[in-house]
Every structure is written in structure tokens, then in C-alpha cells.
């Protein structure tokens, strides 16, 4: 199934769960008008309504999960951007909702783990990071044929512009992932984050920032902001909310560790595969520089954050555990989205 047939599942199935758009509604209030306005009782009806649709999703509603995904998208964005009005950002009925919410999506991400495969991580940190790398290869997001066959061989112009789209949620904000999840680091972690993070702002040169060069894209495919919410699929909020989800609590660091390596690593393959489509498609260099650059420079940065982040992390078991689950869920939940996102193969 394509990704807009997807969506559209997606969006008519949502209609169903007005509680969406009901709390999506209240993000743009104040938070204290909005805490005073609601009484005890309003409140217990919307926690009630967000439960049945995380139990909608759960049991695989479609425009379940993406209503979830969309709603917590939207309350993420109240800490992850600068607005131009007041907010709800700190309301508790907010809070409420948000919590049922990453709740919910760290359930489901949980459910996915194989049973017994955190336990089987090893105890010394060389053989343990070897152990990542090996649940990577052998998982079947590893190469996967969306990049090694489609995007390669396939993608038209359209389907690089939807894919950019898709791809917007982590891409279009590292850096700003990189500044959450570095809170509270030290030493050579803080280090590698921080360096990273340079890498990101292009090492001091304002033209040479990633976040710009992704956006670059954005200009030769004509890409407006309002289309951007609009076309992201559910699984594609989900990337951008796990990233935001791990990075923001203290707790999750290490499982941002997991998230944030395998993101890097799997990197420089995927992007092999978007180069060699711009080419084949001759479409403007401008809008491949962030491909090329990330080709090399993510296989540095992986090196590294193994080295400096993982390794200095994985002292303890609940330390590998949890960075093991971070990992694991990138790699799961990026299959889910890379399988989605396959045309019907019988279509083409
Ligand atoms: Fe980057
Ligand atoms: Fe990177």
C-alpha cells in the first residue's frame, strides 16, 4: 500500500475520535485559563476519551494510532517550539493527557521487544556494543529494500518530495534533540554531544547548518509549512515522537543513547541509496547536500557516539539494558515505517 492510500486510511479513520481535535483545540489557550476552565468532571471525560483511543490503537485501529500519534505530536510541539502566542505549555490537564499518551506508545514499543532479548545483552561494554551492532544487522530494517530497491531504483521526484516529508520529523531537528538529551551529561558523553552538535551548526558556519541544508530540500520541491503536518503518515509522527520522548526525560537518557546511535548509523546506507535517486532523477544539487554530507559525516558521528556515549553509559545492567531497548525500538519502529512506506511491488 502507498503511503497516501495509508494516509488516507489514516485521516478518515481519526474522524472517529473527535477527542483529537478536541484537545488539540485547547493547546493555543493559556495554561492557566485552561486548567481554571475545566471542571473535575471534564476532565475524567477527556483522560476517559484518550484511553479508549490509546485502546483503539492498541488493538490496531488505524485512525487510532494516528490520532494518538498526531495528538502527542502536537502537545510535543509546545516544548520543542517557540510560539507566537501563549500556550497551554505546563497546564496539568495537559500533563494529564500527555502522560496517558507516552504511556500508551511506550507500551506498544515495549509489546514489539522479542521476549527474553535484553536479558541476552552482554556485561562487558566492547562485546556489548558488538552485541548492538549485531541485533542491527541481522534485524530487517538493516538494508532494507524501501532504500536498497525503491528509493534506489524507483522513487519518482514526487515520492522524494513525500519521502523529505516523512524524513522532516528527525532530520528536520536533530540539533534540537541534541540539546535535550545532553542535559545533565559529563565528560567525554558531554564531549561527543557537544561536538556533534557543532557538526550540526556546521561548525559555525551559518549556511553550512544541517537543519538549513535539510531544509534546502524543502525549496526545490515547494514544500509549504501547512502541507507538512498534513502528510505525515502515523508512523512518521511516531519517529519524531519517540526521538522527543527520549530525549527529554532524564530517565530515558540511555535509551536516547540506543535511539540516537542506531539513528546515525543506519544513516549513511539510507542516504547511498537518496543520492544515487537524485542523480538517476538529475533533480538541483542544492537539495542533495545534506544526503551527501551525512554519508560520511554520520559514519564519524556513529563511531564516536559508540565510543564516547555508548561505551561510558553501559557500566551498569540497567544502564545496557535500557540502551539496548532504545536501540531496539529505533530499529522496530523505523521497520514499521520503512515497510509501510513500500509501494505495492505488484503495482509497478
Ligand atoms: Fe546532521
Ligand atoms: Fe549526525
Redesign the pocket.
Known sequence: MSTGAHLLDQKTGVEVYPVVEEISSLLNRSAQDLDASLTTGERADLRKAVSELNAQSTAGDQGAFYGQQLLLSRIYGLSTQLPEAPTAEGSVVVQEVLRLLEQATMATEDAMLEPGILDAAPTEPSPFLSWLKKLAREHRVYKHPYYREFIRHQATEDDLRNYVIQESVVDGR?DDLLAMMQVGTSGAAKMEIAE?FW??MGNGDPSQV?THLFNQIFRVFDIPADELERSLTANALLSGNLAVLLCRYRQLYPEAVGFLGMT?WL?PDRFVQVVHAWERLGLPDVGIVYHKL?IT??SR??AGWFHNVVVPAAESERMRRAIARGTLWRLNSSARYLDERMPDLAAH
Do not use: L, T
Open positions: 536533530f556533534n557538526d550540526e544541517h546515525e544513516a551525512h559525516i554520520d558521528h556513529a
